[in-house]
């Protein structure tokens, strides 16, 4: 739903700025000038030791935020890493997915060897994409072969996680996300 909003804003703004052909520049002005004072960006920073830890890069969850006449309604969150000087948008978890992105901002000396190290792992995951109310009592994690499952709530009689898969080295090779990680509850 969140995304409809996104694209209902950025098809008015496109309308907006086709039809400004029409519009007299000193109008455009007062239409854009109202435009911003009904929208900001919210942007908090998402840190802690845990998660310096685990991955590179300074982590925000930002919004952004547009006025109605009855109150405020949220429009967009994007979670975004900045690394090196470049800004980086992380995978949304909707679907199932492999995500390479945040892969990509592994610290290169974080191994997932034990039990500790995935509790590490897993608060990590959790300051980045924080489990809501109605999951947060399927929280689990466990390990199957050379697999993590960090469980992050149910999926119909399945249950939904990250997939952490392990070389020899006990080094993450891949990260997934899957709604039907471990199927039939």
């Known amino acids: 739903m969140k995304n409809i909003f996104g694209i209902i804003l950025i098809f008015s703004i496109s309308l907006i700025k086709i039809n400004a052909q029409d519009i ?6 007062l239409i854009e000038k109202f435009m911003k004072s009904v929208t900001s960006i ?11 830890k685990v991955f590179t890069g300074a982590y925000y969850q930002v919004t952004t935020v547009f006025t109605i006449k009855d109150g405020t309604s949220s429009c967009e969150s994007y979670k975004l890493v900045v690394k090196n000087g470049e800004l980086i948008e992380l995978e949304d978890l909707g ?13 290169d000396d974080f191994y997932l060897k034990n039990e500790g190290d995935a509790k590490v792992f897993e608060t990590s995951l959790d300051k980045i994409y924080p489990l809501g109310w109605s999951d947060a009592d399927n929280k689990e994690h466990l390990k ?12 119909f009689d399945s249950k939904k996680a990250f ?10 090779s891949q990260i997934d996300y899957s709604l039907e990680a471990l199927k039939k509850l």
Do not use: C, H, M
Not at 144 to 155: A, D, M, S
Not at 163 to 172: A, F, H, P, W
């Open 24 to 29: 007299p520049a000193t109008d455009n002005l």
């Open 144 to 155: 199957k072969g050379n697999q993590w499952y960090f469980v992050r709530g149910k999926f």
């Open 42 to 52: 919210e942007k908090v920073k998402i840190d802690s030791d845990t998660l310096a």
């Open 95 to 107: 679907i199932t997915k492999k995500l390479d992105v945040l892969f990509s901002l592994l610290r």
């Open 163 to 172: 997939i952490v898969t392990l070389d020899q080295n006990s080094r993450i």
